[in-house]
């Protein structure tokens, strides 16, 4: 069955300008988590959704948002983006929430966003 | 909170096997730990998950001592292709956010 997908790819944004980006998760899958991943930073856990609610948050600030829709699929919103935004925004998803038991995420290729 | 500590980088030629070690020392009785390959500008790929003793599939084992808190991902006779960077995640339920280590950069010389 289908991977991971999202949309788009790749993004160019301006400072003060809002991004949404979108991702659809392996079909009879649950949960969707993100992430971003900087050079600086490395992968750093933005926030997981299960059955639309969202379930855990990382430490970034409240410019960052999401939501999932009943589907399962789910979009993140970055507002008033700053440079330091510029990065791979990644999402899994899995079956069940992360963490229960042996279910595994898995990943998508990511949306490589630049801030100029 | 089950941070993860891995080596930086490490160097490795074609044929050799690999093992790359994590030390997981707050690992929850009911965490998973999971071990993932990334290529620049990639996603994360999943390479195998365990919780103890040992795990096999067609690309790498896992092992996991008695103890848990560390875990060593074998990779037998690599090639020029795994050249990437591997993390080793610990999944917990009951934390607040989750959290990658800083990933192993495995450089394969021919």
């Known amino acids: 069955k289908a991977g991971v997908t999202q949309t788009p790819r790749y993004l160019i944004k301006t400072r003060g300008q809002q991004v949404t980006l979108s991702c659809s998760p392996i079909s009879g899958h649950r949960s969707v988590s993100w992430y971003q991943q900087t050079p600086g930073q490395g992968l750093q856990f933005l926030f997981e959704?299960?059955?639309?609610?969202?379930?855990n948050k990382g430490n970034f600030p409240g410019r960052f948002s999401g939501r999932q829709f009943s589907n399962s699929r789910s979009e993140m919103n970055v507002s008033t983006l700053e440079l330091g935004d510029s990065a791979l925004y990644l999402c899994?998803?899995?079956?069940?929430?992360?963490?229960?038991?042996?279910?595994?995420?898995?990943f998508g290729p990511g949306t490589r966003l630049t801030v100029l | 909170l089950a941070k993860t500590t891995q080596p930086i980088s490490m160097d490795s030629y074609e044929g050799q096997e690999v093992n790359i070690t994590c030390s997981h020392n707050n690992i929850a009785t009911n965490d998973y730990i999971t071990w993932y390959q990334q290529f620049p500008s990639q996603g994360p790929r999943f390479i195998i998950q365990?919780?103890?003793t040992k795990v096999t599939n067609e690309v790498a084992s896992l092992f996991i001592p008695a103890d848990r808190k560390s875990s060593t991902l074998s990779l037998p006779r690599v090639s020029l292709s795994d050249t990437a960077v591997y993390y080793c995640?610990?999944?917990?339920?009951?934390?607040?956010?989750?959290?990658f280590g800083t990933g192993t950069r495995l450089q394969v010389f021919p």
């Open positions: 365990g919780y103890k």
């Open positions: 959704y299960f059955s639309e609610t969202q379930r």
């Open positions: 899994a998803s899995s079956y069940s929430r992360p963490g229960q038991g042996e279910d595994t995420q898995y």
């Open positions: 995640l610990v999944l917990s339920y009951n934390t607040d956010k989750l959290i």
